[in-house]
């Protein structure tokens, strides 16, 4: 048994999706205490009225802000190589057809990815997966998708399969074999498909428990819509739910896609139109921006107030991948959610806790503080979470809890 | 003597100011080392030639990357109070007169400041300028202008001293009494003048040696250029070198009178026109550009390119203050210039080390690397300095020296 003592504010998230204008409308509690037991949470109310054993260790938040733990449910964590290059080029002015021309882009990580062992794209990883959760992150959605060939997206998988066991965040695996066409398939991408989505692969995935999600990147540089559609669909069969890249550089009816099939979430947004909002609406879909994504490219945001406006459950997530995210930080990320983005502090909370739970189907269970949930919680230094996130660049985490387990301390 | 082995990279920086496309164009050694003798760099070459005597001590690099320590050339360290609530006003689309009428705006830093014992004000800044060192930052321009009474404005000026024996970063003080007019002269802009200007108090500061620099608010709200002219004019003749905040918001001429006055440096610079550019380089005056001000308030950066352009020496900071920058990492704000300004990493460094010491006037002492100069000195993890502003939101540095001196190691 542990209780949190001393607690500032206690953002009382409730279990996702949360939609709309009630991502803004979340009760804080002040000077409260939590009680965990078995891993879940096990009672909340005033500081007063704690009553605690005496064999019951205590955790003093100090006067700080407890939230739930932390969610990035769109990342690329594991991945090989650098791409600074390409970062310096694109701030030159050059786009990006030529630096792929110049030999930038994907295919340099896919490189990379190939040439590395399962353990080398493992101790890659680690190192970031610590920092995330130095930055109170408990939870990672990780994708495939720089393999690209059918052992080097099992390797990839593997290699998160591995990362879960070794270190305290949760994983959530997402096999994104349809990121691209490679080069070994160029103009022949229905070929490729064919490779990555035969029933041998998808059933040993499934039987092996490898991903619980399927994504494509839709996309007019990728794969299109009738493709992607049947990258979810072929995915659906063995039971992995689909998400998708959508609308993210042009408008080519990703998000209406993703509508139809019943994604669990559509990601990135820059472009949705109407159509893709409503559909995203009937469908009951996460929509997950990525905000750290286009302020790393110096591109426009998607819309998240049109979005929160049109009662959509909004997501936010880093999308960290070396290509056009470098951002590893999910709190640098909600800070630009709120200066680019205009959404307020509490949204954005919801955003990367119960929304992004809802975005890997584990709403049930963590992205919310609630009696009988487990106890996935992040303990600022801030004494709200307003003032955490009005404070970036600058690391105010205090604690960071994992099933009631202290898995990081700031000192 | 001290010894740096295994540089991956030095970027040497040459003394400042650099102007315009020489920026972009900084030699880079790689495979080298720097021998720091009585806190200057005394020796650089290749690792092969390294002839280190015997009791002399070594830090190893591991390959990573050497800049001149950085420089934050414009900051308002000194301060009391949050105001997170006035960020989420602005985040909800509150003109700030509306949040200054509801009571937010400078006036609620004011109140806290005069609030405040100078004892009270260094233990606020203490960590501030531990975490501005933690983030490879060897030397802060911190300015006063939330006293807005004389006995205020120098027990911030007096607070500044007292940060500079408490810690290890060089601090450079500059008086910004003509920040704002403060309420109780209200109407009363030139008595509130006649009070920070008198010669008293102006011999004071100079007798002292509590500012080097005299700053002005010169703004549709704060200060109009004839004001702005008598402030630094006033203060010129106690030897304080003049600053402006010029073209922040309105475009009335602030930076033609910076060039006019001479002015050290004209900051910010979001709205100069073709008439402001040429009169600071007529004036050899420095551009400070301060991108994560821009950024926290959500509106457009300066144009940095047409100033680099026009072949204009500029420099980057973060202007840390409470209201409309909580960014005290100059590592993001140098990112934010990369991505959102189009600046490019060496740039950029060039506009944080060189640019920076010739806006603080001490160009020819720090902020360049070469034999004969002070050894403030900045190691990255990093194998080169676009690697490390390719990945924002992470701690990079790996040592911090500050006259030959290591005040920083990451472990």
Redesign the interface.
């Known amino acids: 048994m542990l209780a949190i003592t001393n607690i500032g504010e206690l953002v009382l998230v409730p279990p996702g999706p949360v939609r709309g204008s009630s991502m803004g409308a979340i009760p804080c509690l002040e000077h409260v205490a939590v009680v965990i037991d078995n891993g879940l949470v096990a009672w909340i109310g005033a500081m007063n009225d704690l009553d605690a054993p005496a064999d019951c260790e205590i955790l003093d938040a100090f006067g700080g802000c407890v939230l739930p733990g932390l969610i990035d449910c769109h990342t690329h964590t594991v991945f090989a190589g650098?791409?600074?290059?390409e970062?310096?080029k694109r701030?030159?002015?050059k786009p990006y057809a030529q630096i792929a021309e110049e030999g930038g882009g994907i295919r340099v990580t896919v490189e990379a990815v190939r040439n590395a062992s399962c353990e080398e794209l493992v101790e890659l990883a680690l190192p970031r997966l610590q920092?995330m959760l130095e930055n109170g992150v408990t939870t990672v959605e990780i994708k495939s998708g720089y393999g690209l060939t059918v052992d080097d997206e099992f390797k990839m998988l593997r290699a998160i399969r591995k990362l879960a066991d070794l270190q305290p965040i949760e994983l959530a695996a997402t096999y994104l074999a349809a990121h691209t066409t490679p080069r070994e398939f160029a103009d022949r991408p229905d070929d490729y498909l064919d490779a990555i989505l035969s029933d041998t692969v998808l059933a040993r995935i499934r039987d092996e428990g490898l991903a619980e999600f399927c994504d494509v990147f839709c996309e007019r540089t990728a794969f299109d819509v009738e493709r992607s559609r049947r990258v979810l669909m072929a995915a659906a069969k063995f039971g992995l739910r689909g998400k998708l890249h959508a609308d993210q550089i042009t408008q080519i009816g990703a998000t209406g896609l993703a509508g139809e099939v019943g994604a669990i979430s559509a990601d990135h947004l820059e472009t949705i139109d109407q159509g893709g909002i409503d559909a995203l609406k009937q469908a009951g879909s996460i929509a997950v921006l990525l905000p750290?994504c286009s302020?790393?490219?110096?591109v426009e945001q998607a819309p998240a107030r049109q979005l929160i406006e049109a009662d959509l459950p909004v997501a936010v997530a880093t999308d960290y991948n070396p290509g056009s995210s470098?951002?590893?930080?999910l709190?640098?990320a909600m800070t630009i959610a709120?200066?680019?983005m205009?959404?307020?502090?509490t949204e954005v909370v919801v955003a990367t806790t119960a929304n992004a739970a809802a975005a890997i189907n584990r709403h049930d269970r963590i992205g919310a503080i609630k009696v009988g949930l487990q106890a996935d919680l992040t303990v600022l230094e801030a004494p709200?979470h307003?003032?955490w996130?009005?404070?970036?660049?600058?690391?105010g985490i205090r604690a960071t809890l994992k099933a009631g387990k202290l898995v990081h301390t700031s000192r």
Chains 1, 2 share one sequence.
Not at 82 to 85: D, G, P, Q, V, W
């Open positions: 650098a791409r600074e290059a970062f310096v701030i030159e002015g920092r750290a302020w790393f490219l110096g470098m951002v590893e930080s709190p640098l709120c200066t680019q205009r959404m307020t502090p709200n307003a003032r996130l009005y404070e970036p660049g600058r690391n």
